[in-house]
Each structure stands twice: as structure tokens, then as C-alpha cells.
């Protein structure tokens, strides 16, 4: 399962959605991993796999503009097709 994560700040709605977020991930892998995504979602598992793969990006790129703003930026792992 997931990790539990402890918010040490005053939680603001982006803080709220993004454990949103990974609270629907957590699901989401739960049901893969037991075989049961027709319980949980209607998309296809290419679409899934889509949009999985949309939000990987998305999170990847947020990462390295936070990471290039702070002066550091460390080497981008990225997933090619």
C-alpha cells in the first residue's frame, strides 16, 4: 500500500487535491494489482493507461520547472514509448 504522508502546514485546497489525487492512485493500483479496475473505473485500459501516462508527464514537468526555479536541477528520468 501507499505511504501515509503528514502534512506539516496549513493545508490549502491544492494540499486537499493533490491527497485527492493519490488517494485515487492508491485505488487505482489496489484494483490492478487484485484484477478488479472494472470495479473502480469505466475507462478502457488504454485509456487508463492514457491518462496515467498524461499525468506522469504532467507531474515530471512540475518537477523540473520547481527544480529549475531553486537552482539545482537534477538529471529528468524520462519513460519513452
Known amino acids: 500500500m501507499g ?11 491544492t ?4 491527497a485527492t489525487i493519490f488517494d485515487t492512485l492508491d485505488g487505482l493500483h489496489s484494483a490492478a494489482s487484485e484484477g478488479a ?27 523540473s520547472e520547481i527544480e529549475q526555479r531553486k537552482g539545482s536541477p537534477n538529471p529528468v528520468l524520462r519513460l519513452v514509448k
Not at 505511504?3 to 485546497?13: A, G, N, R
Not at 472494472?38 to 504532467?58: D, K, P
Open 15 to 18: 494540499d486537499m487535491q493533490l
Open 3 to 13: 505511504q501515509i504522508h503528514q502534512l506539516d502546514f496549513q493545508v490549502t485546497d
Open 37 to 63: 479496475l472494472h470495479t473502480v473505473t469505466g475507462l478502457s485500459n488504454r485509456e487508463l493507461i492514457g491518462w496515467l501516462h498524461e499525468l506522469m508527464y504532467t507531474a515530471q514537468e512540475t518537477i
